[in-house]
């Protein structure tokens, strides 16, 4: 697994923005290894379940959202840099929680649905608040 280290949460009034990162690092990242994991993230508000919210496969070329985040969020990724993004407009009080960085290295294909038990590294989380 894979060391993943997220940063860029903070509070936000609804209809603002933010830039979430990802950084990832281990002993066997580099350049060839690294853009080989599809990449998500995940949130979580207290007292409800850890829900998905975007993944972007091996080459960039393909992104998922769920639907509540299609058309404000984006995800992109440099592999050059280990690194992950999540661009966050339009943000309502209802994205207030913790965002989680995941990857997953198994080389699965994905259909859809993107479950966190198909991750295999996890960050460990950062706080996004959004003030109404």
């Known amino acids: 697994q894979m060391q993943l280290v997220e940063s860029g949460g903070g509070l936000v009034q609804a209809g603002g923005s933010l830039r979430l990162s990802c950084a990832a690092s281990?002993?066997?990242?580099?350049?060839?290894?690294?853009?080989?994991?599809?990449m998500g993230w995940f949130r979580q508000a207290p007292g409800k379940e850890r829900e998905f919210v975007a993944a972007i496969n091996w080459s960039g070329g393909n992104t998922y959202y769920a639907e509540s985040m299609k058309g404000r969020f984006t995800i992109s990724r440099d592999n050059a840099k280990f690194s992950v993004y999540l661009q966050m407009n339009s943000l309502k009080f209802e994205d207030t929680a913790v965002y989680y960085c995941a990857a997953d290295g198994s080389g699965r294909s994905y259909s859809g649905a993107f479950p966190p038990r198909s991750f295999s590294s996890w960050g460990q989380g950062t706080q996004v608040t959004v003030s109404s």
């Open positions: 281990g002993r066997t990242i580099n350049i060839f290894t690294f853009s080989t994991y599809t």
